[in-house]
């Protein structure tokens, strides 16, 4: 029995270990196959190193990337991005580590410190240099993005600092124009300063004089003596007599209305020059008429000869007072003492309105300046019950306007007026004196530049009037008189031009009396140019910037190697054997060779050495078999 149990053990294991033979075979064979698939082909054989080196770099440069935040990839990237990041120094640890120091660099702070010098270049001929930087202390950042924006901020700050120093260059360059256009046109305000000099030391000259006259007048007016008694005293309202109408007594040559018309064309002296009116010495008979042609609400122009008396008649009167009553008429006497021309006449325009009575002149035939036109007035007013006005409470105060003296080419021209039993009235500051009864302007009184203190001409001058014959200027008072018309006669005399020049006067006798008025304010001094003060050019503006580095310590990876393991599965310990039951005879059906598939082409899958093991597996499966069978009969046998 023990024999027996022996021999089916040897069987049984001769079996098992035919079998784990054939499997190791088989998986043998596998590999080979396997190895033997994945045999380079002769194409591949140069190009199969190199891919293995870069397989194995790669796998370095990936774990290195792992361990260093992809610090290939970002190198790399640097190149052509922002911000770029430059190793500058790596520094061993001594711990297998090392620390890498790197500068951060920005496209907009490099962008903004080229600005400045652009800039500098650009103002080098304001302030140079207009901006300076200064590079300060290199700052350590976390990061890198830490130190990129970093270097936003500094672009940024650079970019204000020049934006805010073209500012002030900018205002500078405006101030500095001003300052250049100043100094061209100094010359210039000097000459007007000096112009506005003169004429204010000229106006503050007639302020004076217009304040010291007006004073004056004002404490003659609280006395109520002399000048005075204009304000108080005058009873006599005769100043405006527009719609008045005139008739003539005593004239026997009027001019016609269109002889007048002809000669109004002329220059205000040819209109009473007696020569345009001649031909031959003779008057044109045609320019003449004994006939008034006027409708007595017209200016009349008529003839006059010396020694001949005109009698003037003016009605209608409308805004005439006497000592509170009215006036109905006024009757004027006009008598010729003598002339300058040669026919011994004068042309004159009597004006329909009383109070601005006569025009009167001729031409200057004689050499010298000793012949005057001379013309004694005589007013006589009268109330609305036709009586003659008593004029003796000496409420009758007259003026004696525009008494012009002047030297110029045409001559020494004086007018005068001779009072006679009336009463000459000083007017405070004015040029006319009495002198023995006889009141005109011993200076010229026409022009400043001959020593007057008011200019006589002109539309402020102290002679210009209004339309209505009224004095226009506050300085009036300067070429006037006054007197208290007490019903006498009274002469107006003007002479002095040079030959073959009229000699014109006008002379309107009324109540209206020229006195100083309030002044007004006193001019005021010009102040000269102020010197333009150059302005200050901006100073260099200093801006500080700095580098940035970062710092990171790195880990190195080592290589990894890629490595193949095969794994050998280990046989399973088996049950110990129990004694088998008897086997069932099983009738081995005869084997029938395998069906061959002819290929045309065998694969290559080692053959020679497959085929053999193969064989020798097949051998040791055979081998058990017949042992087995041997072993039974055997049993059979001894059974």
């Known amino acids: 029995m023990t024999t027996k149990k022996f021999r089916r053990y040897a069987l049984f294991s001769s079996l098992f270990l035919a079998t784990v033979f054939a499997t190791n075979t088989a998986f043998a064979e596998d590999v080979a196959n396997n190895d033997q698939a994945n045999q380079p082909n002769p194409s591949q054989e140069q190009a199969a190193p190199a ?3 870069q397989a194995n770099a790669g796998n370095q440069a990936g774990a290195q990337d792992a361990q260093n935040g992809n610090d290939a990839a970002a190198n790399q990237e640097a190149a052509v991005t922002d911000p770029t990041v430059t190793e500058i120094s790596k520094q061993d640890n001594g711990d297998g580590t090392s620390t890498v120091t790197s500068e951060v660099t920005s496209q ?4 903004a410190k080229e600005d400045v010098s652009t800039f500098n270049q650009e103002n080098k001929d304001v302030v140079n240099p207009a901006v300076t930087l200064v590079k300060g202390e290199t700052q350590e950042q976390a990061s890198v993005e830490a130190a990129h924006a970093d270097n936003q901020a500094q672009a940024r700050d650079i970019e204000a600092a020049l934006s805010s120093q073209k500012a002030k260059i900018d205002q500078y360059k405006t101030e500095l124009a001003k300052y250049e256009e100043s100094i061209a046109q100094k010359p210039e305000l000097e000459k007007k300063y000096q112009e506005a000099l003169l004429k204010y030391e000229e106006d503050m000259k007639e302020y004076k004089a217009a304040k010291v006259a007006y004073d004056e007048y004002q404490k003659l007016i609280a006395q109520g003596v002399d000048a005075g008694r204009i304000e108080k005293a005058q009873g006599l309202i005769y100043q405006n007599e527009p719609n008045a109408s005139i008739s003539l007594e005593g004239v026997s040559q009027y001019l016609t209305n269109e002889a007048v018309a002809k000669h109004h064309t002329d220059g205000i002296l040819d209109q009473f020059n007696t020569d345009k009116y001649q031909t031959d010495g003779h008057y044109n008979a045609d320019e003449f008429t004994d006939q008034n042609p006027t409708n007595g609400k ?33 009757i004027i006497n006009y008598r010729l003492n003598s002339t300058t021309n040669n026919d011994n006449d004068a042309l004159v325009k009597l004006f329909h309105d009383p109070t601005k009575t006569i025009f009167i002149g001729a031409q200057t035939s004689k050499e010298g300046r000793g012949d005057k036109i001379s013309i004694t007035i005589h007013p006589i007013f009268f109330d609305l019950d036709g009586n003659q006005v008593d004029l003796s409470n000496n409420k009758a105060i007259m003026g004696l306007s525009s008494l012009n003296h002047w030297i110029t080419e045409y001559g020494d021209h004086v007018e005068t007026v001779e009072v006679g039993d009336n009463e000459y009235i000083q007017i405070p500051g004015s040029s006319v004196q009495n002198h023995n009864g006889v009141a005109y302007s011993e200076k010229d009184n026409q022009y400043k530049s001959h020593g007057a203190v008011f200019n006589g001409d002109g539309e402020d001058g102290w002679d210009s009037i209004n339309d209505d014959g009224t004095p226009r200027s506050k300085t009036a008072f300067y070429g006037a008189g006054a007197m208290t018309y007490k019903g006498q006669p009274f002469t107006v005399t003007a002479g002095g031009n040079n030959q073959f020049l009229p000699t014109t006067i006008w002379f309107s006798a009324n109540s209206v009396v020229s006195v100083p008025k309030d002044p007004g304010q006193a001019p005021e001094k010009p102040q000269p140019a102020e010197d333009p003060k150059k302005p200050l050019a901006p100073t260099t503006m200093t801006v500080t910037w700095h580098e940035n580095i970062v710092k990171e310590v790195k880990i190195p990876v080592k290589p990894v190697t890629p490595q193949t393991t095969t794994t050998v599965e280990r046989p399973k310990p088996q049950p110990k054997p129990q004694t088998p039951t008897t086997p069932i005879p099983v009738k081995m059906a005869e084997p029938k060779p395998a069906p061959v598939q002819k290929q045309a082409t065998l694969p290559q899958t080692g053959d020679s050495n497959g085929y053999g093991l193969v064989a020798f597996g097949a051998g040791i499966v055979l081998y058990a078999t017949l042992t087995l069978l041997g072993s039974r009969k055997m049993d059979q046998n001894e059974d």
């Open 108 to 111: 907009d702070l490099e962008k």
């Open 51 to 53: 891919t293995e080196n």
């Open 298 to 330: 017209e200016d009349v122009w008529f003839r006059i000869q010396v020694g001949q008396t005109v009698t003037a008649t003016y009605t209608g009167l409308e805004n005439s007072y006497y000592d509170g009553k009215k006036l109905s008429k006024v």
